[in-house]
């Protein structure tokens, strides 16, 4: 089973500030495997990224995803208040689906 | 509009059984495969079980495999999650999700069920 390893595990960060967050593998993941979701305090995640860089339907441009093989990214151009959350990574291998941690921004 | 609405949890003591259901509306339910994904307290995202758009294909979480059954009724946009020898660790917020345009990720969730096993 592939496990996903999230860093860092929290990020302080202001409103206007990039935020930049690490997705790493402990096997080679194919990238239209991996997703990136975003989940607020009392709400159900909501898909941010899949395929590693693709946006889903109605994520703003600020969102963006890259990366490949074992190491992925997950960057916030000028974080926005509504961004303060804590963010997973996702990837389907073999029959199984695993998340990472997750990372949580806050504010700083 | 996708919508997932779960229902059936509760409390239910060690050892005990409860099903899960997942109303789904606002897309063509057979297209997609649909799964559930829990989260117990302070914790975080745990894939559970997905089912494949016939049903004719179902996958479990080492930790759930033996325990629970993942079905669908795709004449009523249903999916049924059934589970037994329910465990303290089971405790959890259980999500309902649709399977994006591959079922290698999810694009749309339910805002979840609450199931308690505690005696």
């Known amino acids: 089973e592939i496990v996903l390893t999230e860093s860092p595990g929290t990020l302080s960060l202001s409103p206007g500030e990039r935020a930049t967050l690490s997705c790493r593998a402990s096997?080679?993941?194919?990238?239209?495997?991996l997703a990136w979701y975003q989940q607020k305090p009392g709400q159900a995640p909501r898909l941010l990224i899949y395929?590693?860089?693709r946006r889903a339907t109605g994520i703003p441009d600020r969102f963006s995803g890259s990366g490949s093989g074992t190491d992925f990214t997950l960057t916030i151009s000028s974080l926005e208040p509504e961004d303060f959350a804590v963010y997973y990574c996702?990837?389907?291998?073999?029959?199984?689906?695993?998340f990472g941690p997750g990372t949580r921004v806050e504010i700083k | 509009e996708v919508q997932l609405v779960e229902s059936g949890g509760g409390l239910v003591q060690p050892g005990g059984s409860l099903r899960l259901s997942c109303a789904a509306s606002g897309f063509t339910f057979t297209s997609y495969s649909m799964s559930w994904v829990r989260q117990a307290p302070g914790q975080g995202l745990e894939w559970v079980s997905l089912i494949d758009t016939t049903g004719g294909n179902t996958y479990y979480a080492d930790s759930v495999k033996g325990r629970f059954t993942l079905s669908r009724d795709n004449s009523k946009n249903m999916v049924y999650l059934q589970m037994m020898s329910l465990r303290a660790d089971d405790t959890a917020v259980y999500y309902c999700?649709?399977?994006?345009?591959?079922?290698?990720?999810?694009?749309?969730w339910g805002q979840g069920t609450l199931l308690t096993v505690s005696s």
């Open positions: 395929g590693a860089s």
């Open positions: 999700a649709k399977g994006g345009s591959s079922w290698f990720y999810f694009d749309s």
């Open positions: 996702q990837q389907s291998d073999s029959s199984s689906w695993t």
């Open positions: 096997q080679s993941v194919s990238s239209n495997l």
